[in-house]
Nanobody, 125 residues
Framework: QVQLAESGGGLVQAGGSLRLSCAAS????????MGWFRQAPGKEREFVGT??????YYADSVKGRFTISRDNAKSTMYLQMNSLKPEDTAVYYC????????????????????WGQGTQVTVSS
């Protein structure tokens, strides 16, 4: 059974940094994309970024501020968030697909089959 567990959320002032972690268990994830999404109150879940075979893709809203990395030996993905803004406040989720994805599908939440429970990130102004 595949499980994803996020950690590292919290409260930070605008301009600050946080690092989120997502630990996967139950399946080898090395060749699969792993994505980060977020959902703010009253809004739809939106794409943040994804890592696939060493290449990363980011939403325009976080490009240059957020960095995704992976430690395949630990089956763990990280999201380093710098220069945080109040509009980054959301519950952050990591996600894993059950199949290999092509690039056009990476940004779609419905491409991913497994989701973590989410971790709250709150950025105060």
């Amino acid at each position: 059974q595949v499980q994803l567990a996020e950690s590292g959320g919290g409260l930070v002032q605008a301009g600050g940094s946080l690092r989120l972690s997502c630990a996967a268990s139950g399946r080898t994830v090395n060749n699969y994309a792993m994505g980060w999404f977020r959902q703010a109150p009253g809004k739809e879940r939106e794409f943040v970024g994804t890592w696939i075979t060493g290449t990363t893709y980011y939403a325009d809203s976080v490009k240059g501020r957020f960095t995704i990395s992976r430690d395949n030996a630990k089956s763990t993905m990280y999201l380093q968030m710098n220069s945080l803004k109040p509009e980054d406040t959301a519950v952050y989720y990591c996600a894993l697909p059950s199949r290999l994805l092509v690039v056009p599908l990476l940004r779609r939440a419905d491409s991913y089959d497994y989701w973590g429970q989410g971790t709250q990130v709150t950025v105060s102004s």
